[in-house]
């Protein structure tokens, strides 16, 4: 369910870093499950880059497209980056500890979660990157929680 929505335009990579930077000194963000839906090269892992730059975390920062997740820790907040891609067995969310993760604190990133419909929760937040004619990425965010209406920008 939809609460509320906004859309947004980045022209360029600093207009997506801005978004992650707004986003990232909103306090409702330290127990959200965000969810980033997009193809291919639309933006979602540099998106996600920016974020956790902006939340303090230092060093690299890998995709987890193949291992679905990739756990980090920014000034005591825990955080889980979570890439779907490559996601096809249920079974691994019980396996892998999935549950477990999404019922403790901390902020929750999921990169095609359509890839693990079913066995998700749902999000606080959707982000749905649209890459335009001119490589303008064109952006909606739905809030599907009262969490997810605070994120709003």
């Given at each position: 369910?939809?609460?509320?929505?906004?859309?947004?335009?980045?022209?360029?990579?600093?207009?997506?870093?801005?978004?992650?930077?707004?986003?990232?000194?909103?306090?409702?963000?330290?127990?959200?499950?965000?969810?980033?839906?997009?193809?291919?090269?639309?933006?979602?892992?540099?998106?996600?880059?920016?974020?956790?730059?902006?939340?303090?975390?230092?060093?690299?920062?890998?995709?987890?497209?193949?291992?679905?997740?990739?756990?980090?820790?920014?000034?005591?907040?825990?955080?889980?980056?979570?890439?779907?891609?490559?996601?096809?067995?249920?079974?691994?969310?019980?396996?892998?500890?999935?549950?477990?993760?999404?019922?403790?604190?901390?902020?929750?990133?999921?990169e095609?979660?359509?890839?693990a419909?079913?066995?998700?929760?749902?999000?606080?937040?959707?982000?749905?990157?649209?890459?335009?004619?001119?490589?303008?990425?064109?952006?909606?965010?739905?809030a599907?929680?009262?969490?997810?209406?605070?994120?709003?920008?």
């Open positions: 369910m939809i609460l509320e929505s906004r859309l947004l335009r980045w022209p360029d990579e600093d207009a997506c870093a801005a978004c992650a930077q707004a986003l990232a000194a909103r306090p409702a963000l330290r127990d959200a499950h965000v969810a980033l839906h997009g193809g291919l090269g639309a933006g979602k892992t540099t998106f996600v880059r920016h974020l956790l730059r902006a939340l303090g975390v230092r060093g690299r920062i890998k995709s987890p497209t193949y291992t679905v997740l990739e756990p980090y820790d920014a000034q005591g907040l825990e955080i889980s980056h979570f890439d779907f891609y490559r996601f096809t067995d249920p079974r691994e969310w019980e396996d892998a500890g999935f549950r477990e993760i999404f019922g403790r604190p901390g902020l929750k990133l999921a095609w979660p359509e890839h419909a079913g066995v998700l929760p749902p999000p606080d937040l959707d982000l749905r990157i649209e890459v335009g004619e001119d490589q303008t990425r064109l952006v909606r965010l739905d599907c929680s009262p969490r997810g209406v605070e994120l709003l920008p």
